[in-house]
C-alpha cells in the first residue's frame, strides 16, 4: 500500500493528497498516518509545499465525513447497522464498532465530533452518529474541519521533521492510537454504567 500511496502523491500532487484523505474516510483501512506522513516529507525535499499539502489533506478527510453524516443521517442507524453486517468486512468496519463509536459521540456531544477527528478507529465512524442525531450540517463541518486540521497538521510535519523516516510515524502511531481507542470505549462503558445507576437512584426516590 505503500508504493501506491507514493504513486499517488508523486502523479497527482495535492490532487493526490486530497483524494487518498477522502479515499481514507470511505475506506479506513488506508491509513491517514501513511498519507500526511508522506506529504510532508515530500514537502520536505521542496517537491511541493506544506500549507497547500495539509490544506488539501483536510479538504480531502473534509469531504470524505460527508457521505457517511448522510448515509446516517437519511437510513437511520437500524439500516446502517444491516448493511454494515453484511458488507463491513471489506471496509473494515463492524456494527460493534459502530455502537463504540455511537455511546462516544452521546457521552460527549458535539465535541466528540472534534475529538473523533484526531482518534484513529473513531475517526471516520464518528460522522455517523452525528447523522443519526441529525446534528446541524454546519456544526458538523466546522468541528470536523477544526479537529481535521490538528491531527492532518500532526501527520504532515512529523513526516516533515523525520525526513525519509516518516514511515516511524504510522510504526508508532498504531499501537498508541489502539491504546487511546480502548481508553474511550471503557470510559465511554464507564459512563453509561454510571448513567443507569443515577437513573435507578432518581426512579427510587419517587
Sequence with gaps: MTEWITTVIESLGYVG???????ENIFPPIPSELIMPLAGFTASQGKMALVPAIAAGVIGTVLGALPWYYLG???GEDRIKQWITKHGTWLGISPNEIDKTKQWFYRHGSKAVLLGRMVPGVRTLISLPAGFSHMPIAQFLIYSSLGTL???????????LLGKNYTLVEE????????VLGGFVIAGIVWIIRRRRTVRRQQGKR
Design 150 to 160: 490538528a491531527w492532518t497538521l500532526l501527520l504532515t510535519l512529523a513526516g516533515y
Design 73 to 75: 443521517k437519511f437510513l
Design 172 to 179: 508508532y502511531l498504531g499501537p498508541i492510537s489502539k491504546i
Design 17 to 23: 493528497i486530497g483524494l487518498l484523505m477522502f479515499l
